[in-house]
Nanobody, 115 residues
């Protein structure tokens, strides 16, 4: 099985940047969809960005042009580069990878954007 651990969260300034990492315990080569989700207090969890094994990207409209997802199979790691942060980006961010048989979630990392 795959275990995911997110890191890189914390306090960011409006207009600043943060980089999130999602390290997998084992190979994620078989996980054809990798993504980041976020959940703010009182709101539903929403997709932030995802990438497929074929390179197809998807982004929430709210983060287009600001956030970039990437994946490194050799390092078994998924990344989320967050630029031009806004207070509205404040949420718990979760890593998700999905194979044809299972979906795996990390425990989440808090991102707070405030001046």
């Amino acid at each position: 099985q795959v275990q995911l651990v997110e890191s890189g969260g914390g306090l960011g300034q409006p207009g600043g940047s943060l980089s999130l990492s999602c390290a997998a315990s084992g190979s994620i080569a078989s996980c054809h969809v990798r993504g980041w989700y976020r959940q703010a207090p009182g709101k539903q969890r929403e997709l932030v960005a995802s990438v497929t094994s074929g390179g197809t990207l998807a982004n929430a409209d709210s983060v287009k042009g600001r956030f970039t997802i990437s994946s490194d199979n050799a390092k078994n790691t998924v990344y989320l580069q967050m630029n031009r942060l806004k207070p509205e980006d404040t949420a718990v961010y979760y890593c998700n990878v999905r194979s044809f048989v299972r979906s795996y979630w990390g425990q989440g990392t808090q991102v707070t954007v405030s001046s």
